[in-house]
């Protein structure tokens, strides 16, 4: 069983549509997260959920919604998309470790591979 | 802005041969880790190195870390073809919340 699975793997779009990104886990983690990584192979986070509640939400456009129904879950939806939304998006997750702190070993997908024509 | 800065951006070396690779950051952390990523596939994390160790070990691979130097370096000794991937480091510890922030990476390429 692969323990964090994203779908699409692969998502081509023209600009100006709207597509989600789906992601689940079974390892039983408190938090996950959304990854984007360039074409320069730069990683940067975007968001992180623990237990549903968003905790981190670093300056991304407003057009990029992730929704976590629940704990296993964390989906990213983006509303018109642009030539610069093309990337790998990667949901990840994690332990919430002793302390509130969520800095642990970080489990990934395989990612999404996003092309915005 | 990116956390941790890789150095080399790229390497290539003959099987057999050890593999360095230095990682600087910037701000105070609580832990750092480093990841593996083949071509086209997500991150698999390999090692996790508190602020308050200074070395690791896990089969081939060696850590340091020198929080004084804010930097580590991550040694594959006798490094197989398999092993080539990008290499990333990755900085646990709070900066506007608890966050694991990720390097650009060091792209080994081993030569059979």
């Known amino acids: 069983d692969t323990a964090v699975s994203q779908t699409p793997k692969y998502l081509v779009t023209q600009m100006g549509n709207d597509k989600s990104i789906k992601c689940e886990q079974n390892?039983?983690?408190?938090?996950m997260y959304w990854y984007k990584q360039d074409s320069k192979k730069f990683l940067k986070i975007m968001f992180s959920y623990n237990n549903k509640e968003l905790i981190i939400n670093e300056t991304v456009p407003n057009r990029f919604s992730p929704k976590s129904p629940d704990k296993a879950h964390l989906n990213l939806h983006i509303n018109s998309l642009e030539l610069g939304d093309s990337a790998v998006y990667f949901c990840a997750s994690s332990h919430r470790l002793a302390g509130g702190a969520n800095t642990g070993e970080l489990f990934f997908g395989e990612g999404s591979r996003l092309t915005v024509l | 802005s990116q956390q941790g800065e890789e150095d080399p951006q790229a390497l290539s070396i003959q099987e057999g041969e050890n593999a360095t690779m230095n990682c600087s950051y910037k701000t105070s952390i609580n832990n750092l880790q480093w990841y593996r990523q083949n071509s086209g596939r997500g991150l698999v994390h390999l090692i996790l190195i508190r602020s308050n160790e200074r070395e690791k070990h896990s089969g081939r691979l060696r850590v340091t870390l020198d929080t004084s130097k804010k930097s580590s370096s991550l040694l594959i000794t006798a490094s197989r073809a398999a092993d080539t991937a990008s290499y990333f480091c990755?900085?646990?510890?709070?900066?506007?919340?608890?966050?694991?922030?990720f390097g650009a990476g060091t792209r080994l390429f081993v030569k059979a």
């Open positions: 990755a900085t646990g510890g709070y900066t506007g919340g608890f966050k694991t922030i």
């Open positions: 390892l039983g983690h408190d938090t």
